[in-house]
């Protein structure tokens, strides 16, 4: 692709950011972790806008179980590396954009070059995958760079972003108290979505923690893409300062509900406390219900 050509494919942009500003997306990197849900709409998004540099970490490959939601999955995807098919789809949009693809995700040895020359990540990880989120998170907080995460909960979408002069990722969900990696889940699900809007729409006998299981909706996830990839943006931009935890947002197209809220000592203030320990004994009694 051409100067001329890149001008042409995001001229509609313009009015919205303008020609130096398009510029500096076109330079920017953007990492992605995970190419599923989320990740995959993350992708696209902001290739439509324009960014230019990607890089691109997943270690699965799609399946007809992802056809609801995963932008990805296709009849001819299947089978296929999410990182590969998500690439494609790229160069489709940018066949000048530079891309680097890591196949077997993000883990503690690769996650210093998945960081170099980041200028934004986005956490597109799947809702169990915190042992991934626990190498890129403080790392990239060591580096400087911000992270934006969205969650799909129910047909709702949340936002956080962690970065420079916000409150640390461990920090905020607390995990210091955990005491096993199911307290982690648990103290996760509720610190992403502390206002609780997906609730009342989601049936939790479909909610199976041990199989890793939970139901999920198309249109929640391009809410997510919307709103991760504009505070993206904003932050590439310099526009505003960006959305720092302890704040956090989750906006409900069902009810036309929407919270944005600072949440103080994040999973340590007192009314989180309490959440995590329902959560917890509600897990607990359906899994003795099961046995």
């Known amino acids: 692709m051409t100067e001329a050509h890149y001008s042409l494919a995001f001229s509609r942009n313009i009015g919205l950011v303008n020609e130096e500003e398009q510029n500096i997306l076109k330079q920017s990197r953007a990492a992605i972790a995970g190419m599923g849900g989320v990740g995959g709409a993350y992708a696209v998004t902001?290739?439509?806008?324009?960014?230019g540099k990607f890089h691109l970490a997943d270690f699965d490959k799609f399946e007809v179980g992802n056809f609801n939601r995963q932008y990805g999955a296709t009849l001819a995807s299947v089978g296929r590396p999410k990182t590969e098919v998500m690439k494609e789809l790229i160069l489709s949009i940018n066949p000048a954009a530079q891309i680097e693809t890591f196949h077997e995700g993000v883990t503690s040895d690769n996650v210093a070059r998945?960081?170099?020359?980041?200028?934004?990540?986005?956490?597109?990880?799947?809702?169990?995958?915190?042992?991934?989120?626990?190498?890129l998170f403080p790392a990239s907080e060591?580096?400087?760079?911000?992270?934006?995460?969205?969650?799909?909960?129910?047909?709702t979408t949340t936002l956080h972003v962690f970065g420079p002069g916000g409150m640390p990722f461990e920090e905020y969900f607390d995990f210091a108290s955990?005491?096993?990696?199911?307290?982690?889940?648990?103290?996760?699900?509720?610190?992403?979505?502390p206002?609780?809007?997906?609730?009342?729409?989601?049936?939790?006998?479909?909610v199976?923690?041990?199989?890793?299981?939970a139901p999920s909706f198309g249109t929640a996830i391009q809410l997510c893409a919307g709103v991760a990839c504009t505070e993206a943006v904003q932050i590439l931009?310099?526009?505003?300062?960006?959305?720092?935890?302890?704040?956090?947002?989750?906006?409900?197209?069902?009810r036309l509900r929407l919270r944005k809220r600072y949440l103080m000592f994040g999973n340590r203030h007192p009314l989180q406390k309490l959440r995590r320990w329902l959560v917890k004994r509600l897990l607990i009694r359906k899994f003795s219900a099961r046995e």
């Open 46 to 51: 902001l290739a439509r806008a324009g960014i």
């Open 114 to 135: 998945f960081l170099d020359g980041v200028d934004i990540v986005m956490d597109g990880l799947d809702f169990y995958a915190l042992p991934a989120r626990k190498v």
């Open 142 to 155: 060591r580096r400087g760079i911000h992270v934006v995460t969205s969650g799909p909960l129910g047909m």
């Open 178 to 193: 955990c005491r096993s990696p199911e307290e982690e889940l648990v103290s996760f699900l509720v610190g992403v979505g």
């Open 195 to 206: 206002a609780g809007l997906h609730l009342d729409q989601i049936d939790t006998k479909r």
């Open 208 to 213: 199976d923690f041990a199989a890793k299981k």
């Open 237 to 254: 931009l310099k526009r505003r300062p960006a959305f720092l935890a302890p704040r956090y947002f989750q906006f409900d197209p069902v």
